[in-house]
């Protein structure tokens, strides 16, 4: 009897695979550019710098949030500078795609931060609640992630 492997429409756990194999990879090559010898607060810094400078926020999804402070991220369409592999997968709260795309909610960029701090030995907390700005236009506070590093 022949062996039927059947797929499900939309499947794309292979894309994911190489999604996370890429994501792991950037990780891998951020932490190893960084400069040996480094004190614990110069690579904190270092890897703040590097996120600060590499990637956008998705100020877009601002206009999308609920009464309640809940942002709905964008999702990455079609970007000429992806492999194509990586097009058209995951939202600005996707770590993995967002590290590629270069555009992440505060969400991803602390659970991208947290993955480079580990890789780099350091201690990463992530902290989550609203922001004390209150947006005026529709008197809420956003939701909010962060991150704590310890020494």
């Known amino acids: 009897m022949s062996k039927i492997v059947i797929k499900k429409r939309?499947?794309?756990t292979e894309q994911r695979e190489l999604l996370l194999?890429?994501?792991?990879?950037k990780v891998s090559n951020v932490i190893q550019k960084m400069p040996r010898g480094l004190s614990f607060e110069e690579k904190v810094e270092y890897l703040y710098e590097y996120l600060v400078n590499e990637m956008d926020y998705d100020y877009e999804c601002l206009d999308r949030n609920t009464s309640e402070g809940t942002v709905y991220p964008s999702v990455f369409i079609?970007?000429?500078n992806v492999p194509?592999?990586?097009r058209n997968i995951g939202t600005t709260a996707d770590c993995e795609s967002s590290f590629l795309h270069k555009k992440a909610l505060c969400a991803a960029i602390s659970k991208i931060f947290n993955s480079l701090c580990k890789?780099?030995?350091i201690k990463c907390e992530f902290c989550e609640?609203?922001?004390?700005?209150?947006?005026e236009s529709k008197g809420i506070r956003r939701q909010h992630v962060w991150n704590v590093v310890e020494d």
């Open 10 to 12: 939309n499947d794309n």
């Open 21 to 25: 194999k890429a994501y792991e990879e």
């Open 78 to 80: 079609d970007n000429e």
């Open 84 to 86: 194509a592999a990586y």
């Open 119 to 121: 890789k780099a030995g």
């Open 129 to 135: 609640g609203k922001t004390a700005v209150i947006d």
